[in-house]
């Protein structure tokens, strides 16, 4: 195979693969607004109120329902096991349950009243600063989505991936696999690979398998957009698990990575790519290197 220069290749990895939908899924911010609409719309008739305090008193008695929608207000999303939030001033602490199912039958609302007035809650509704609660929701909702940003980068270069694997005709379920582990593969296909698990004793999951007719691919992916000690960690590992797949006929490891994160961290990865065949980025797979390898 043609001896690659690693400079050039470092040279083409890209700052970003975010897509259109990475900034906010606004599939799923308007699906979390809409569930609790109805409530929002109750929440409504405390702005401007008058009197404030005894109409919130009044609307919780009534439509205890509401309760689970104020922290949200307050841009906190509560689990469904832990629907508590606890606060303390110069009068004491105190630990608020927002399950409105939980709810103590002899609960002081006064006590919801002082979380919504030190808050700043009430003033927000009373003094006009918003006119519409679901307007507003759909805001924090949009605040708090941006916070996931990082569990879908994650996936970006996984699916990216996935997408020229689909474009070199193979097939999910038939051809290639995702999330498999090392059990499963001996299990599916026969294949020992005692050499890359610690003769068994350590399990590891492979992002993508292919399969040929006469190859089986173990496939990682990952993109660093940034640096940190975890690329560091991720290429000595790789190397590693290169060095002992080259111990095994019928198994071939390949990694497709790529970010200027690597750039800080340009040594380590270039002692992997000085011992390692099936290593590339995104500029390789654009040139069609699904084709070449996978074979």
Same mark, same amino acid.
């Given at each position: 195979?043609?001896?690659?220069?690693?400079?050039?290749?470092?040279?083409?990895?890209?700052?970003?693969?975010?897509?259109?939908?990475?900034?906010?899924?606004?599939?799923?911010?308007?699906?979390?607004?809409?569930?609790?609409?109805?409530?929002?719309?109750?929440?409504?008739?405390?702005?401007?109120?008058?009197?404030?305090?005894?109409?919130?008193?009044?609307?919780?008695?009534?439509?205890?329902?509401?309760?689970?929608?104020?922290?949200?207000?307050?841009?906190?999303?509560?689990?469904?096991?832990?629907?508590?939030?606890?606060?303390?001033?110069?009068?004491?602490?105190?630990?608020?349950?927002?399950?409105?199912?939980?709810?103590?039958?002899?609960? &002081?609302?006064?006590?919801?009243?002082?979380? =919504? @007035? $030190?808050?700043?809650? +009430?003033?927000?509704?009373?003094?006009?600063? #918003?006119?519409?609660?679901?307007?507003?929701?759909?805001?924090?909702?949009?605040?708090?989505?941006?916070?996931?940003?990082?569990?879908?980068?994650?996936?970006?270069?996984?699916?990216?991936?996935?997408?020229?694997?689909?474009?070199?005709?193979?097939?999910?379920?038939?051809?290639?696999?995702?999330?498999?582990?090392?059990?499963?593969?001996?299990?599916?296909?026969?294949?020992?690979? &005692?050499?890359?698990?610690?003769?068994?004793? =350590? @399990? $590891?999951?492979?992002? +993508?398998?292919?399969?040929?007719?006469?190859? #089986?691919?173990?496939?990682?992916?990952?993109?660093?957009?940034?640096?940190?000690?975890?690329?560091?960690?991720?290429?000595?590992?790789?190397?590693?698990?290169?060095?002992?797949?080259?111990?095994?006929?019928?198994?071939?490891?390949?990694?497709?990575?790529?970010?200027?994160?690597?750039?800080?961290?340009?040594?380590?990865?270039?002692?992997?790519?000085?011992?390692?065949?099936?290593?590339?980025?995104?500029?390789?797979?654009?040139?069609?290197?699904?084709?070449?390898? +996978?074979?």
């Amino acid at each position: 195979m043609f001896k690659r220069n690693f400079d050039t290749w470092l040279d083409s990895f890209r700052n970003s693969i975010a897509t259109y939908g990475y900034y906010i899924d606004f599939e799923k911010v308007h699906h979390n607004v809409e569930a609790i609409k109805v409530e929002l719309n109750i929440l409504n008739a405390l702005i401007g109120s008058a009197n404030i305090k005894a109409d919130f008193e009044a609307l919780l008695k009534k439509y205890p329902e509401v309760l689970p929608c104020i922290p949200l207000l307050l841009a906190v999303r509560l689990k469904e096991k832990d629907s508590k939030i606890y606060c303390q001033d110069e009068n004491g602490g105190y630990l608020y349950e927002f399950d409105n199912k939980k709810l103590d039958p002899l609960i &002081s609302f006064e006590q919801y009243s002082y979380f =919504m @007035e $030190k808050t700043g809650l +009430f003033d927000l509704l009373q003094n006009h600063v #918003i006119h519409n609660l679901v307007d507003y929701v759909t805001g924090v909702e949009t605040g708090l989505d941006s916070n996931g940003r990082k569990n879908r980068g994650g996936h970006l270069m996984e699916d990216l991936v996935e997408g020229f694997i689909q474009q070199a005709g193979f097939v999910k379920g038939e051809t290639y696999f995702k999330e498999m582990y090392i059990h499963e593969i001996t299990d599916t296909w026969g294949v020992n690979l &005692s050499a890359i698990s610690n003769q068994g004793k =350590m @399990e $590891k999951r492979f992002d +993508f398998v292919v399969k040929t007719d006469v190859m #089986i691919y173990g496939v990682e992916t990952n993109f660093y957009g940034s640096s940190g000690s975890k690329l560091n960690e991720t290429a000595r590992s790789y190397k590693t698990l290169a060095l002992e797949s080259d111990s095994i006929p019928d198994f071939t490891f390949v990694w497709f990575t790529d970010g200027k994160g690597w750039t800080k961290a340009r040594h380590n990865l270039e002692e992997t790519f000085d011992v390692m065949e099936h290593i590339y980025n995104i500029a390789d797979l654009e040139n069609n290197i699904i084709n070449e390898v +996978f074979k």
